[in-house]
């Protein structure tokens, strides 16, 4: 199997845990290896009684699909335990994992993959694509597998615009340029900065208020805002923007469910600012 394509799944198994671990408070154990020709048949028996969800990345394009038991899929969903529909949160926790891996593998590009709004199509077939099997343990429970699968073209979309220029680089170059982005490891100095503490803070809106206004302020006085009700909540690092999201109810605590975030490459920026 492509390099480029196995990064992607060693990545989304990452990206995946951590999802689940944000709307439940604990983080599955996960294992990924590629579907055997026995697994693919199985699978493609009974392709129908799998819950799908299915993405494709905006430009260029790449479709992904992920397909789940209801054994699995009801598992994770409704652990959160916030009233949420299990399919809408298992849907999002899949969303947010192939938005991560594919942020993560495609930071040093010119322009980062993104995947557009996701639905429940299934695949016509496995056999054409890339599947890779995942195993998951939650709550000391072993669950039904996932299967994980892309398109074959995901391994030039994911090896980089510049590696697709000139048409003609030998195999082992392209292999070369498609595990760079991905297993570069990093300096000793990003390393150390991995640990350091940023204050985070949400931002539900603002408001400018006549110093005479603010003085009358009292308790329940009401200062209406610039966001409207359904708008996004930011969420900021010292003083700047890193993402957006939606306000939620998380074991009787509020959170913010990510939506949009910034580009990894500015993420990394604000080390500048601590």
């Known amino acids: ?55 494709e990345t905006e430009d260029p394009k790449f479709k992904a699909w992920v397909g789940a038991e209801e054994a699995c899929w009801t598992a994770i969903g409704g652990s959160s335990g916030d009233g949420n529909d299990p399919q809408e949160l298992f849907h999002e926790m899949l969303s947010q994992a192939n938005q991560g891996s594919a942020a993560v593998l495609s930071s040093s590009f010119a322009s980062p993959l993104r995947f557009a709004a996701g639905s429940d199509d299934p695949p016509a077939s496995l056999r054409p694509l890339r599947v890779a099997q995942i195993g998951v343990q939650f709550r000391d429970a072993v669950l039904p597998d996932l299967i994980l699968a892309l398109e074959p073209s995901a391994a030039k979309v994911l090896t980089g615009p510049e590696s697709s220029g000139g048409g003609k680089h030998e195999p082992a170059q392209i292999a070369g340029a498609i595990s760079a982005p991905a297993l570069r490891p990093n300096p000793p100095m990003f390393d150390r900065l991995m640990d350091l503490q940023l204050p985070l803070s949400v931002v539900l809106g603002q408001a400018v208020l006549p110093i005479r206004d603010v003085l009358k302020i009292t308790a329940g006085s009401v200062i209406e805002l610039d966001r409207r009700v359904g708008d996004y909540v930011e969420i900021v690092v ?37």
């Open 1 to 55: 199997m492509e390099e480029s394509i196995t990064s992607f799944f060693e990545q989304w198994i990452d990206e995946f845990a951590r999802a689940v671990e944000n709307f439940t408070g604990e983080r599955p154990a996960l294992s990924q290896k590629a579907a055997n020709e026995t697994q693919l048949e199985d699978w493609e028996a009974k392709l129908a009684e799998f819950h799908w969800w299915q993405q």
């Open 238 to 274: 010292h003083g700047t923007v890193v993402a957006r999201g939606e306000i939620v109810s998380i074991k009787g605590n509020y959170g913010v469910r990510i939506k949009e975030v910034i580009s990894r490459q500015d993420r990394f920026a604000l080390k500048d600012a601590a």
